[in-house]
């Protein structure tokens, strides 16, 4: 069992930064890989970023790439997700998910455990 906690979001105005972190509990969390999506209201969830075991490979969502990192710290058990130059088209509930299969996935269905969710709201 893992437990993940999410924290970080806000409001932002457009073009700045914010950096989500999400901590598991457990001792087992460089098991997991590790992804973040997010849910705009009425819309589906959608994969962001997913890191592998070891933090040496991620994959990035198009919407995202160059203005989003994923990283992780194995003995802090936390991951994090530095958003730069923010759009209002980003403005959604950001979650950080565990998957306990041995490759990056993008599909929301592979993953094990959930958090709550944060919110990061960007204005124009």
């Known amino acids: 069992q893992v437990q993940l906690v999410e924290s970080g979001g806000g409001l932002v105005q457009a073009g700045g930064s914010l950096r989500l972190s999400c901590a598991a509990s457990g001792r087992t969390f460089r098991s997991y890989v590790m992804g973040w999506f997010r849910q705009a209201p009425g819309q589906e969830r959608e994969f962001v970023a997913a890191i592998n075991r070891s933090g040496s490979n991620t994959y990035n969502a198009d919407s995202v790439k160059g203005r989003f990192t994923i990283s992780r710290d194995n003995a802090k058990n936390t991951v994090y997700l530095q958003m730069n130059s923010l759009k209002p088209e980003d403005t959604a509930v950001y979650y950080c998910?565990?998957?306990?299969?041995?490759?990056?996935?993008?599909?929301?269905?592979?993953?094990?455990?959930w958090g709550q969710g944060t919110q990061v709201t960007v204005s124009s």
């Open positions: 998910a565990a998957d306990a299969h041995w490759v990056i996935t993008r599909r929301p269905g592979e993953y094990d455990y």
